[in-house]
């Protein structure tokens, strides 16, 4: 049993929202009781204490769509790649990475981005990988080290037939085996949902070969209008907008998440609404990208649920919330928009969307929930409690002030290292595969030795 005390909580419970000198009782992977820390140190005298030393203690951030594929790809510069447009962004960097990706790639790809979410607090991640190089056991890997390092996770590949029909069925069988995976283990820390890439990427007939394969399993993980490739192929090879042509191909539904949503219409909202299906937004990726801003205010108001990823731009789920504030506003054109919503998004919608997949509840601070609870140091200088919070978030914090991190009732990293995970092990196997990746992707030789 652990003890997570002598700090101010933030629940997100509405029952019993903020202790200004409380504590977490831990018992195994639930949340045991909460409460006033002196009371709950005497009730649980032999509980092995995890000192917040005066700090927020908080429920684990969800990310709700990320890349792990994206892992080696920090400082990464690619010889004679300039894209100008989305299309060359994605051929000439992303998709020219996972050309080049081995399991071994994919592997250090998830520890890579693992351990960051760990150190940002993030507990719970959506991932949508990409490894065309090498597709069989790829969604196995990650896995496998989504398990070493103890993260929760909901896993999908990206279907594509960019290189190919035999890329493609790969693809779809490796979506199709690790869904079976799942529901043969029944692991509420590892969970499937059958992916796609961009519609433009995908035919009717290959939509076809998914739902079949998928049979009512799970839901799709999904690229929607995130470029206007989309809505140009749909409207000139379909005769239909992107949201539509999902529709008649049986992809929408409660459990499927479109991710980006950035060139949708009101009638294709009005499908997202009615078919209970989810999106997420990814502000800072959508940005970078040049690909403009998704119409989230429309979609909330018309009572879409719709989650806060990163799109793998970053593992700081405050860093996301920051941007989608501000870039929201700058669309808008006004000054008081997107505070509540962006707060929404990160903190009610995100467990929300776990919530389909994961059986304890998560992103909350309760009896019963999963014991995934973080500390982060931040001394403010303004007054602080449930009311203001969001603010703190929005202005304040970042994820670099974590300090603790539990998932699941287990202490992965406690004052600001890591707890039985050997980093550096692993930061030395993860540069030999990025250099070999950088190397087969520049046509040149990078010693790991050099960079250690």
């Known amino acids: 049993m652990l003890l997570v005390g002598n700090g101010r909580v933030f629940t997100l419970d509405d029952a019993n929202p903020y202790l200004k000198d409380g504590a977490v009782v831990i018992d195994g992977e639930v949340i045991r009781e909460v409460g006033p820390f002196a009371a709950m140190k005497e009730k649980y005298p032999d509980a092995e204490f995890v000192d917040a030393h005066g700090q927020l203690i908080l429920p684990g951030f969800i990310n709700a769509h990320t890349h792990i594929y994206s892992g080696l790809a920090r400082g ?39 351990l960051d979410c760990i150190r940002d607090g993030v507990t719970t991640i959506f991932d949508h990988h990409a490894s065309f190089a090498e597709i069989p056991g790829s969604l196995f890997a990650i896995k496998d080290v989504a398990k070493e390092l103890g993260i929760r996770s909901c896993l999908c590949y990206e279907v594509s ?87 008649n191909n049986d992809i ?55 989650g806060m990823g990163t ?20 669309n808008a054109g006004l000054p008081n928009v997107a505070f509540g919503e962006a707060l929404q998004m990160l903190l009610d919608n995100n467990r929300k969307i776990c919530a389909k997949y994961f059986k304890k509840p998560l992103g909350v601070l309760k009896e019963g929930a999963a014991a995934d609870v973080i500390v982060m140091d931040y001394k403010p200088f303004t007054p602080i409690d449930e009311q203001n919070l969001g603010g703190h978030m929005l202005f304040g914090l970042m994820g670099k002030n974590c300090r603790t991190t539990i998932i699941n009732g287990k202490v992965l990293y406690k004052d600001r290292e890591f707890v039985l995970i050997d980093e550096e092990k692993i930061n030395a196997w993860t540069m030999e595969q990025a250099c070999r990746l950088w190397g087969d992707l520049n046509q040149t030789t990078y010693n790991a030795a050099d960079y250690l």
């Open 311 to 330: 799109d793998a731009y970053t593992h700081d789920m405050l860093e996301s919330l920051k941007v989608f504030l501000i870039i929201q506003r700058h």
């Open 76 to 114: 990464l510069a690619i010889k004679d790649n300039n894209p100008t447009n989305f299309f060359e962004v994605l051929d000439g960097t992303w998709w020219n990475i996972d050309r080049h990706l081995s399991i071994d790639g994919t592997k250090a790809c998830a520890y890579a981005t693992i």
């Open 161 to 247: 037939e960019r290189d190919g029909e035999e890329k493609c069925d790969q693809a779809i069988k490796e979506n199709a085996d690790f869904i079976t995976w799942a529901e043969q283990e029944n692991d509420d820390m590892i969970k499937a949902m059958f992916g796609g890439h961009a519609l433009f990427t995908i035919s009717d007939k290959t939509f076809r070969k998914m739902v079949e394969a998928n049979n009512g399993r799970t839901g799709f993980h999904i690229h929607v209008s995130e470029g206007m490739n989309d809505v140009w192929d749909s409207l000139q090879n379909y005769g239909c907008r992107s949201v539509e042509r999902l529709l």
């Open 252 to 306: 929408l539904g409660p459990k499927t998440m479109l991710g980006h949503c950035i060139h949708l219409n009101g009638d294709e909202m009005d499908i997202i609404k009615e078919t209970q299906t989810m999106a997420v937004n990814n502000p800072e990726s959508n940005m970078g990208n040049a690909v403009g801003c998704a119409p989230v205010l429309q979609m909330l108001k018309k009572g879409i649920l719709v």
